[in-house]
């Protein structure tokens, strides 16, 4: 049996990293989060275009053209690792490729991932308490969501993953701390 990548995806703040590096630790995983992989390059290239190096949400630069080099990057890593027969886990909302219900097929065909298992965690979070993370964390990229938090909930409310062919796994975590117990039994994998 090949390895196994998993797609950990949901909102900022929900609480994917650090489920993300309990996965890894737990199952031997490599983690692979797309802010740390992409986010010196990233704020580089929006300053080279005279937006803040914060500016992802609502920037037309950032959505048009960096956004598709991040997930190309994050994902030609990600494959590098699966060729070594080593599982991964991908850290990374994926929102905007939500809406394509063959993202997955079109991924497995690029890299010609045969034998790779394949699956979907989904993060969930009540917006009260992912406010209050957001809030906690202070990060300088949240700036837009703050500003525009009705519109930033009602996105990701109507943004549902319509990926096909792909095993979607839901994981709230709403709770002040993660029930591991709840986790593995979601996962389903054995280390």
Not at 92 to 109: C, M, Q, T, V
Request: hydrophobic residues 40%; negative net charge; charged residues 25%.
């Amino acid at each position: 049996m090949g390895p196994t990548l998993i797609f950990l995806i949901g909102a900022a703040a929900s609480g994917k990293s650090t489920i993300g590096k309990i996965v890894a630790a737990e199952y031997n995983f490599c983690y692979l989060d797309k802010d740390i992989i992409c986010n010196h390059f990233t704020g580089l290239l929006l300053e080279s275009k005279g937006y803040s190096p914060n500016e992802r949400d609502g920037c037309p630069f950032y959505g048009d053209v960096i956004m598709s080099i991040e997930y190309k990057t994050l994902l030609n890593i990600a494959n590098d690792n699966l060729k070594l027969g080593k599982s991964v886990i991908l850290d990374a909302p994926f929102i905007g490729f939500f809406s394509n219900p063959h993202y997955i097929d079109e991924l497995r065909k690029s890299y010609d991932w045969q034998d790779i298992t394949i699956l979907v965690l989904q993060v969930s979070i009540d917006f009260d308490v992912l406010k209050e993370r957001m809030m906690a964390r202070a990060n300088k990229r949240d700036k837009w969501k703050f500003d525009h938090w009705e519109a930033y909930v009602k996105s990701i409310q109507e943004k549902q993953c319509q990926w096909k062919n792909v095993e979607i796994r839901k994981f709230d975590n709403s709770d002040s701390s993660i029930d591991i117990s709840s986790l593995h039994h979601t996962l389903q994998l054995h280390p």
